[in-house]
C-alpha cells in the first residue's frame, strides 16, 4: 500500500503540494488528474522520493524516505513526464538501463529487452537510434525500460510499483488502448500503478481509483464513478463538462470501447 498523508511540497518559492492525502492500492490502478500545473507532476515526484517533501509517505508499510535508493530502485519504476537524450543512444542501449543494479542476471533475463520492446509494440526496434524515432516510438522506448525495472509485478512476495507520468499523451489511440491495458495487467499480477492522466476517458476506462487535483489540494479522490461528476470535473478544470452525455448539436465524438 503507497500511502501520503498531509504531504507538502515547496518548489522554489511556490508551496506546490498543500497537504495531501493520498492513497494506493497494490493490485489496483490509481490515476492522478487535474488541470495543468494542479500539482500532479510534483504529486508523483513527492512519492517516489525525487524531490524533498513533509508529511509522511509509507509504501508496504516502510516509512518510503528510509528505504535505501538501491532498494527503491527494485521495488519501483518511474516514468517522467519527459524524458530527454543528449547522446545518440540506441533502442536497446535506453531499454538496458532498466536492468541497471540487478546483480545475477539470469539467462532468460537477456531476452527480457526484447520481450519489453514487444510488450510495447516495439518488436525489432532495438539496434535503432532512439533520436530517429517518432515521438511516440520514442515515448514507448522509455517505457519498455521502466517496464523491465520492475518486470515481476511481485517480488519476494511484495508488490512492485509503476509510477507513470502521462504515459499516453504521445501516443496513437490504439497504443493508448494498449499501454493501459499492459498498466491493467502490472495491476492484474498484483503491482501498484500510479498513473498521471489528461485523458479523463481513458482513465474512465482504466482507473480503480481517481485522485482529482486543483491547485495544490485533493479536491476529490475514490471511484471513478464517485470522482468524476459534472459537479467536481467543472469545478476542478474551470469549465463546463458533462459525465456520459453527448455533445450538444450532433458533434461527433470516438470513444474507445475496451481497454484491452
Ligand atoms: N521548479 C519549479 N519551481 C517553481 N515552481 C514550479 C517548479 N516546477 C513546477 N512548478 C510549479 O508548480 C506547479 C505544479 O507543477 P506540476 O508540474 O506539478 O503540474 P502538473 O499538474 O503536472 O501540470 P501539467 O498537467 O502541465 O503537467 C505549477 O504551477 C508550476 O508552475
Ligand atoms: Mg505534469
Same mark, same amino acid.
Given at each position: 500500500?503507497?500511502?501520503?498523508?498531509?504531504?507538502?511540497?515547496?518548489?522554489?518559492?511556490?508551496?506546490?503540494?498543500?497537504?495531501?492525502?493520498?492513497?494506493?492500492?497494490?493490485?489496483?490502478?490509481?490515476?492522478?488528474?487535474?488541470?495543468?500545473?494542479?500539482?500532479?507532476?510534483?504529486?508523483?515526484?513527492?512519492?517516489?522520493?525525487?524531490?524533498?517533501?513533509?508529511?509522511?509517505?509509507?509504501?508496504?508499510?516502510?516509512?518510503?524516505?528510509?528505504?535505501?535508493?538501491?532498494?527503491?530502485?527494485?521495488?519501483?519504476?518511474?516514468?517522467?513526464?519527459?524524458?530527454?537524450?543528449?547522446?545518440?543512444?540506441?533502442?536497446?542501449?535506453?531499454?538496458? =538501463?532498466? *536492468?541497471?543494479?540487478?546483480? &545475477?542476471?539470469?539467462?532468460?533475463?537477456?531476452? %527480457?529487452?526484447?520481450? /519489453? #520492446?514487444? +510488450?510495447?509494440?516495439?518488436?525489432?526496434?532495438?539496434?535503432?537510434?532512439?533520436?530517429?524515432?517518432?515521438?511516440?516510438?520514442?515515448?514507448?522506448?522509455?517505457?519498455?525500460?521502466?517496464?523491465?525495472?520492475?518486470?515481476?509485478?511481485?517480488?519476494?512476495?511484495?508488490?512492485?510499483? =509503476?509510477? *507513470?507520468?502521462?504515459?499516453? &499523451?504521445?501516443?496513437?489511440?490504439?497504443?493508448? %488502448?494498449?499501454?493501459? /491495458? #499492459?498498466? +491493467?495487467?502490472?495491476?492484474?499480477?498484483?503491482?501498484?500503478?500510479?498513473?498521471?492522466?489528461?485523458?479523463?476517458?481513458?482513465?474512465?476506462?482504466?482507473?480503480?481509483?481517481?485522485?482529482?487535483?486543483?491547485?495544490?489540494?485533493?479536491?476529490?479522490?475514490?471511484?471513478?464513478?464517485?470522482?468524476?461528476?459534472?459537479?467536481?470535473?467543472?469545478?476542478?478544470?474551470?469549465?463546463?463538462?458533462?459525465?456520459?452525455?453527448?455533445?450538444?448539436?450532433?458533434?461527433?465524438?470516438?470513444?474507445?470501447?475496451?481497454?484491452?
Amino acid at each position: 500500500m503507497l500511502i501520503a498523508k498531509g504531504l507538502c511540497a515547496r518548489l522554489g518559492r511556490k508551496q506546490v503540494l498543500q497537504g495531501i492525502d493520498f492513497a494506493a492500492a497494490p493490485g489496483a490502478v490509481t490515476c492522478i488528474v487535474g488541470p495543468n500545473g494542479s500539482g500532479k507532476t510534483t504529486l508523483l515526484r513527492a512519492l517516489t522520493g525525487e524531490i524533498a517533501s513533509t508529511g509522511w509517505i509509507g509504501l508496504d508499510g516502510a516509512d518510503l524516505r528510509r528505504i535505501a535508493p538501491v532498494h527503491l530502485a527494485e521495488r519501483r519504476a518511474v516514468l517522467p513526464q519527459a524524458s530527454g537524450l543528449a547522446f545518440p543512444f540506441t533502442v536497446y542501449e535506453v531499454v538496458r =538501463l532498466g *536492468l541497471l543494479g540487478r546483480n &545475477a542476471l539470469s539467462a532468460d533475463a537477456a531476452h %527480457l529487452p526484447d520481450r /519489453a #520492446l514487444q +510488450r510495447v509494440g516495439l518488436a525489432g526496434y532495438g539496434p535503432r537510434f532512439v533520436q530517429e524515432l517518432s515521438g511516440g516510438e520514442q515515448a514507448r522506448v522509455h517505457l519498455a525500460r521502466v517496464l523491465l525495472q520492475v518486470w515481476q509485478p511481485v517480488l519476494a512476495g511484495r508488490p512492485c510499483w =509503476l509510477f *507513470l507520468d502521462e504515459p499516453v &499523451a504521445a501516443l496513437d489511440i490504439r497504443h493508448q %488502448l494498449q499501454i493501459m /491495458a #499492459l498498466a +491493467r495487467d502490472f495491476a492484474g499480477q498484483g503491482g501498484g500503478v500510479v498513473a498521471v492522466m489528461h485523458d479523463l476517458n481513458l482513465t474512465a476506462m482504466t482507473a480503480d481509483r481517481v485522485t482529482l487535483l486543483r491547485g495544490g489540494q485533493v479536491l476529490a479522490a475514490g471511484p471513478v464513478a464517485q470522482v468524476f461528476s459534472d459537479t467536481l470535473l467543472s469545478r476542478a478544470y474551470d469549465c463546463a463538462l458533462r459525465v456520459n452525455t453527448p455533445p450538444p448539436g450532433g458533434g461527433a465524438f470516438v470513444l474507445p470501447q475496451a481497454v484491452a
